[in-house]
């Protein structure tokens, strides 16, 4: 049931601060400020060398955020991959260490059948997923489920946002056990968490600004996405859910990766879009902004007033986020990214529900 929405992605983008805020009171104890696993592990992260992740589309996206979070605040290192790299690379992988997979569906065939290859190698496997009696679930040693319901729209909104709060859980309960993270530094985190869902909030109400921004993306041919850390990975994800509903041509790239080629692409024609909260490497994707700026490109900033009021530069749009802890950005970030994909379809009459050749479920390789 719609609703009150035209489409079960509006529907399921609007829900996020409400199941995201459900899989957070499953995960946090909201009065110690802690995490707390459902389900006690079968290993110790203490012990661990790497954690190797394999996921596909916005699931795998997911997944390259959470190497951010792993390494940065469990000084964890993370091996990713795409599953339908994973399962035919021959990886090998240390008996008794972990992977973790990520799906929606849970029914993914690329990443069965790599979750079903880590397993041969000994790895106990680890799997956040949305549909608990899922193939992934049910043979996983350790199911972490995202509380997001039934995700029907074909572009993955809620799913993903929920599988960014789960890892940024386990990442958190990871830096504990390794003792890179100590009791104020695990309350920091979780007082920046619990206020996502609210910000989450905040952000959808940019939605007429980014609805009148999407007439413009709609009359674009190529559109640009740049980030810098966790927002290099979100670059990837707007990218992705543009072109898969809007079909117009989108590409994600490292902000910093700008020079190496894509640079050749910019002219007044195609829209870039920058994401970029007040990070610790905000000033560098400020330089990227200035190089496009210098070619004509028209930049839309997806950032903070904080950040607004230093780069200096005129930009087609920009939407100002919420003030917040950079860690939690792109659970909050996520929302305008895929607002502006959104509009930009409905605009150009696509049928965003059901977009052509794409499955919901992708159950063969
Ligand atoms: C994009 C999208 C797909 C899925 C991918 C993995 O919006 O929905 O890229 O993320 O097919 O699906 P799951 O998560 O079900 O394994």
Redesign the pocket.
Do not use: D, H, R
């Given at each position: 049931d719609k609703g009150e929405y035209r489409h079960f992605m509006a529907k399921e983008i609007h829900e996020q601060p409400e199941v995201v805020g459900r899989t957070l009171a499953h995960y946090v104890d909201m009065a110690e400020g802690r995490v707390v696993l459902p389900e006690a592990l079968p290993l110790d992260f203490a012990n661990l060398s790497r954690v190797y992740i394999t996921?596909?589309?916005?699931?795998f996206y997911a997944g390259l955020v959470a190497r951010y979070w792993f390494e940065q605040i469990a000084r964890l290192p993370v091996e990713i991959d795409v599953a339908s790299e994973a399962r035919y690379r021959e990886a090998p992988l240390e008996k008794n260490g972990l992977t973790l997979v990520?799906?929606?569906?849970g029914?993914?065939a690329d990443?069965l059948a790599s979750m079903r290859y880590a397993k041969g190698q000994g790895q106990h496997t680890l799997s956040v997923v949305n549909v608990p009696t899922s193939t992934i679930a049910r043979e996983s040693s350790v199911v972490m489920p995202t509380l997001a319901g039934p995700e029907i729209g074909?572009?993955?909104t809620k799913?993903f946002s929920c599988q960014l709060t789960v890892l940024l859980c386990l990442a958190i309960a990871a830096g504990r056990a390794r003792g890179t993270l100590d009791a104020a530094g695990e309350r920091r985190l979780i007082d920046g968490l619990i206020k996502a869902p609210g910000l989450m909030a905040e952000a959808l109400a940019h939605e007429p600004a980014i609805e009148g921004l999407a007439r413009e993306v709609a009359k674009a041919r190529d559109v640009l996405y740049l980030g810098r850390g966790t927002s290099y990975p979100m670059a990837l994800e707007g990218a992705?859910?543009l072109k898969?509903i809007s079909y117009i041509h989108a590409e994600g790239y490292a902000a910093g990766e700008l020079k190496h080629g894509p640079i050749a692409l910019i002219d007044e024609s195609v829209p870039v879009i920058v994401i970029a909260p007040h990070d610790a490497v905000f000033e560098k994707t400020v330089s990227n902004m200035q190089e496009v700026a210098a070619r004509g490109g028209r930049i839309v900033l997806i950032g903070d007033a904080e950040g607004a009021a230093e780069h200096g530069l005129d930009t087609l749009a920009t939407f100002t986020m919420p003030a917040l802890d950079p860690v939690v950005a792109p659970i909050v970030y996520a929302v305008p990214i895929q607002l502006l994909a959104y509009h930009t379809a409905v605009t150009m009459g696509k049928d965003v529900d059901q977009p052509r050749n794409l499955a919901k479920?992708?159950t063969v390789e």
């Open positions: 996921a596909c589309g916005t699931a990520i799906s929606q569906s029914e993914t990443t074909v572009a993955s799913a992705l859910k898969e479920s992708v």
